[in-house]
């Protein structure tokens, strides 16, 4: 039995997914799987998957009967995955050779490890790595409101937990689906690592055409993941931290949908940065007080 399953949901990414595989296959950590979920696009991204698996045992490729999404696809492959721990690749994005080796490494008994990304966008790269180490630390920054990536390809997670935590959620998403699986998965046995193993590729012609029936679709996904979380037995500091960032999405489609007006969207936006300042100095201050 593999340690480890790469899922790959795959639509339309003929130009990047032979670059992904070869990531896959090339890792210096060879007990894996490699599960492309083939999610009905046009183009030819499934015969190139499908001539490395006859060149590769590892690799498995699901059919899904019909066009379901990058959230219900990632479940799918995690269901025919046959490891202990499984990660998600995106496939116009590649995995750095060692992120398995590194990662097998690193989690031990934990539930879930978070590493960094090489982000690159206009041939300019970055490094996003994460400047936590445990449990502990995300909620210390959670209190700060301090930017916490929630991207789901900068993870490996133990299977079984995986599904424990999302078995529940069933429903079609185009937006935000990332946020709502790793609220789900927010547990004291996380651990962060700063290696950067992952290269996420932003392309212009990933960026979907904005107009108002997809900003429709963005407020249902938004309001749908807010009130999941708020019937989740989470933190009240962790509900506050993911409630801010939803509700500011929320009312900048308002917005741009013309549903409000400019002046009550700067004034949504104010009250909650205000109420984001008062959670701050709320936990400094009982901080200071518990030290004392």
């Avoid at 480890?4 to 032979?18: A, D, M, R």
Wanted: proline share 2%; glycine share 2%; hydrophobic share 35%.
């Amino acid at each position: 039995m593999p340690k480890i399953s790469i899922i790959l949901p795959t639509y339309n990414v003929e130009p990047y997914i032979e670059r992904a595989l070869q990531s896959c296959i090339n890792q210096t950590f060879k007990d894996i799987e490699i599960i492309v979920v083939d999610d009905c696009g046009n183009d030819k991204s499934i015969d190139i998957a499908k001539e490395y698996a006859k060149k590769d045992e590892r690799i498995k490729i699901i059919y899904n009967e019909k066009n379901l999404g990058t959230f219900a696809s990632r479940n799918i492959g995690v269901l025919n995955s046959n490891s202990s721990y499984i990660m998600f690749l995106d496939p116009d994005d590649y995995l750095e050779l060692n992120a398995c080796e590194v990662c097998l490494a690193n989690i031990k008994g934990n539930n879930l490890l978070q590493f960094g990304c090489k982000k690159n966008e206009n041939n300019e790269t970055s490094f996003l790595h994460p400047k936590i180490k445990d449990y502990e630390e995300f909620e210390k920054s959670i209190n700060r409101f301090y930017y916490i990536s929630w991207n789901l390809c900068f993870l490996i997670v133990k299977k079984d937990f995986f599904i424990e935590r999302i078995q529940k959620i069933n429903r079609r998403f185009v937006y935000a689906e990332d946020m709502l699986v790793y609220i789900s998965l927010i547990n004291e046995k996380m651990i962060f690592i700063k290696d950067c193993l992952y290269n996420y590729i932003i392309r212009k012609s990933s960026i979907c055409k904005e107009n108002d029936q997809k900003y429709g679709i963005y407020l249902e996904n938004l309001n749908f993941i807010l009130e999941m979380i708020e019937k989740m037995n989470l933190k009240k500091n962790i509900l506050r931290y993911y409630s801010y960032f939803i509700k500011m999405n929320i009312y900048q489609f308002l917005y741009k949908s013309h549903k409000i007006s400019y002046l009550k969207y700067k004034i949504l936006k104010k009250k909650e940065k205000i109420k984001r300042k008062y959670y701050i100095l709320s936990s400094k201050f009982k901080k200071r007080v518990y030290n004392e």
